[in-house]
């Protein structure tokens, strides 16, 4: 719950595959309390809720405690310089991190809330089979290589009915580790992605997203 800081996967209160939240922060950075704030909590609600309003009413399972997400938290060994250096392979480094750390369960995909920088993206993902891994990454204080704003200039909602940048892009690169969008799919492009429309949740492509 929201105020109880967590260090280890709490028992879980669903069976099967499930999705674990995760705030982690270089061993230099600043705390800044998304776990146990209740900010992480919040904006995996929000894009739930969108979801469900997308699909009829279907979510993806969370892993929850007292019913709401069950946020862990991580400080690395390593300083953000470090881990900066490994762009555009953080996300997989972090899974790594995060195995020797003890989470392991083989049918969770561990959706990390990294707060370190980036000079490549906002956030990246597995994508099996192409990238295989179970771990998914936004650099919160990240930049785009392509330009735009640093992704720090976003913020988590404060309203589980309006997602916006972090609730989107963190939906999205979910997706992106359960598979989507496959090479086989209709307008795939861009290695997992499509070129349908830019309010697709899933799209890339040389107009601006505009899903929020």
């Not at 739930?48 to 979510?59: A, F, M, S």
């Not at 913020?155 to 086989?184: I, K, N, Q």
Request: glycine share 12%; charged share 20%; net charge negative.
């Amino acid at each position: 719950a929201p105020g109880t800081r967590a260090t280890a996967d709490r028992p879980d209160e669903a069976s099967g595959a499930q999705i674990h939240v995760v705030y982690a922060v270089p061993t230099d950075g600043s705390d800044r309390a998304f776990d146990t704030g209740g900010a992480l909590a919040r904006s995996v609600e929000s894009f739930q809720r969108w979801l469900e309003g997308q699909t009829g009413g279907r979510r993806l399972r969370l892993d929850t405690y007292q019913g709401v997400a069950d946020v862990s938290f991580v400080r690395f060994a390593e300083t953000d310089a470090a881990i900066r250096a490994l762009d555009p392979f953080i996300v997989t480094n972090i899974g790594d991190k995060l195995r020797r750390a003890g989470f392991t369960a083989p049918d969770k995909i561990y959706i990390v809330y990294y707060d370190g920088s980036s000079g490549y993206s906002c956030g990246g993902a597995a994508w099996p089979p192409d990238v295989p891994g179970n771990t998914v990454a936004m650099y919160l204080r990240g930049q785009d290589a392509r330009g735009g704003p640093p992704c720090d200039s976003n913020s988590f909602t404060s309203d589980v009915a309006s997602p916006g940048y972090w609730e989107y892009a963190m939906l999205h690169d979910t997706f992106h580790a359960l598979g989507a969008a496959a090479r086989c799919a209709p307008n795939h492009t861009r290695d997992g992605h499509v070129s349908d429309g830019p309010r697709d949740l899933m799209y890339s492509g040389s107009q601006p997203w505009g899903i929020y």
